[in-house]
């Protein structure tokens, strides 16, 4: 589908009673499988070492032959991973699991550094082999090298040199440490519950064990948890904090809760607000499912139009359907959306979705909803327009991909066969979340929270 796509979802388990780690690892992970779906991963300790076990494949195929053994452990961390094309390789499958001067360490990560160039530059000036092209891997390497002779100066000394996006999950000796970069792009949870913490990106991935008892890591934030118990230190403040608000609109799980705020409440309120803005009459709201539900419920809460499923979506088909010609990414989009021709049949329709990025599929969609006897249909996207990649963990295409950078809203509908398309504006997004301030915005206007490599994604060539 033409969407944009995540980079990674992490979790750690530290218990104080040695119990089946491996297994209580799978349910946090498949809960968060919505964040990575080509690679899983997890790294548990056993006995005096660690043990990792890592492929690509969602967490069903990779990871449920743990659901039939025990392996009695006290702390693990686990990894799911979606990557960006030709970059789906065992090797970028994480944790990464290292042995060194420091002894083992595994790493899994989500995000994105933005400097990570740069650090490979001179690492490899300095005679570093890399086994992976992830730039996770950059970080054990800094570690390893690092002159400090104290783990954490260690590790607080590397962290002063990442930009960008890092909510890590790491575990060394007998510690499992969540670490969350001081701008707080990605989300990152820790929870306890009878004996058992929990480092996590989403909360849904807490619920899977009931645990109650959570609260964010905060921006700049390290949390340590031992047998003694959980330790907090801060390694970096920014007066800046950018967390990304696209997990807010799209990413996260509708029942989670990031940043402090509820995903789904959110989700509504952009509907709501798109609803206010809008002037269109309609018989109809309909979301494109999944990602468009939320705010379609918000949209017909407000304006008062009904609101049903005019679209059945496949969950069967996968991203394997998806094929370079046209006629066949058509057939990718027909195989996982399907009209539902009673609901739509002579209706005015509003369809609302949750960003616009090359116009492709909604294009499909459009004509799926008109052949099924749509007698109007108006896109509604609960996002404003896309008009920058991301650096910070998110697959936005180049500037020159997004048609946002090409159409207006009139010539996008013109090109889709829609009768409207109409952009949640920035403006109203920011009364759709707490806190305004503390987001980013920067693949909408482009105000990028850090320095970015722009040169080299064209960025700058195209304006
Ligand atoms: S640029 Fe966009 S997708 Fe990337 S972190 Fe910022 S808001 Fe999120």
């Known amino acids: 589908m033409d969407s944009v796509k995540h980079y990674c979802g992490v979790v750690g388990i530290f218990s104080q009673e040695k119990s089946n780690i491996p297994e209580q690892l799978y349910f946090p992970l498949f ?60 090797d970028n499958a994480q944790p990464i699991h290292i042995t060194c001067n420091r002894g083992e360490i595994a790493l899994a990560h989500n995000g994105n550094i933005s400097n990570a160039d740069k650090l490979r530059e001179r690492l490899s000036h300095e005679g570093a082999i890399f086994q992976s092209t992830s730039d996770t891997e950059l970080v054990l390497h800094m570690l390893s090298r690092s002159r400090k002779i104290d783990f954490f100066d260690g590790i607080t000394e590397v962290l002063k040199h990442l930009e960008g996006a890092f909510s890590m999950v790491l575990l060394h000796r007998d510690m499992l440490i969540g670490i969350r970069d001081p701008l707080g792009f990605r989300p990152l949870y820790i929870g306890q519950k009878e004996g058992m913490t929990m480092i996590a990106s989403e909360t849904c991935a807490l619920d899977t064990h009931e645990i109650t008892e959570y609260r964010s890591v905060e921006p700049g934030e390290m949390v340590i948890v031992t047998k003694e118990g959980v330790r907090s230190e801060r390694f970096n403040s920014s007066p800046r904090i950018a967390q990304c608000v ?30 206010k803005v809008d002037t269109v009459e309609a018989d109809l709201v309909i ?31 996968g991203r394997s359907f998806i094929q370079p010609t046209k006629s066949k990414r058509e057939m990718a989009v027909k195989m996982k959306l399907h009209p539902n021709k ?122």
């Open 31 to 90: 809960s968060l499988q919505h964040r990575g779906q080509e690679s899983a991963g997890i790294t548990y300790v056993k006995e005096e070492r660690f043990a990792t076990f890592k492929d690509l494949g969602s967490v069903g195929s990779v990871l449920s032959h743990y659901l039939n053994e025990e392996h009695l452990s006290y702390a693990g961390i686990g990894h799911v991973r979606y990557s960006t094309a030709g970059g789906n390789l065992w």
């Open 246 to 275: 696209f997990e807010m609109i799209y990413f996260a799980r509708p029942d989670s809760e990031i940043y402090n705020q509820s995903v789904h409440i959110n989700r509504k309120k952009m509907g709501a607000a798109l609803a």
């Open 287 to 317: 979301p494109v499912p999944d990602s468009g539900n939320f705010a379609a419920l918000g949209y017909s809460q407000e304006s008062g139009v009904p609101f049903d499923f005019g679209l059945t979506r496949n969950h069967f088909a």
């Open 342 to 463: 009673e609901t739509l049949k002579g209706k005015r329709v509003i369809m609302v979705d949750d960003s616009l990025v090359r116009g492709t599929t909604s294009r499909t969609i459009v004509k799926l909803l008109r052949q099924a006897g749509a007698s109007e249909v108006h896109l509604r996207l609960s996002s404003p327009e896309l008009h920058w990649p991301c650096f910070f963990g998110i697959d936005v295409p180049t500037r020159d991909e997004l048609i946002s950078n090409h159409k207006t809203p009139d010539e996008i509908a013109e090109m889709i066969g829609a009768d409207s398309v109409m952009f949640l504006p920035i403006e109203e997004l920011e009364h759709c979340v707490e806190e305004p301030n503390k987001f980013c915005y920067a693949c909408f206007n482009g105000d990028y929270p850090v320095h970015v490599p722009l040169k080299s994604e064209g960025v700058l060539k195209n304006g």
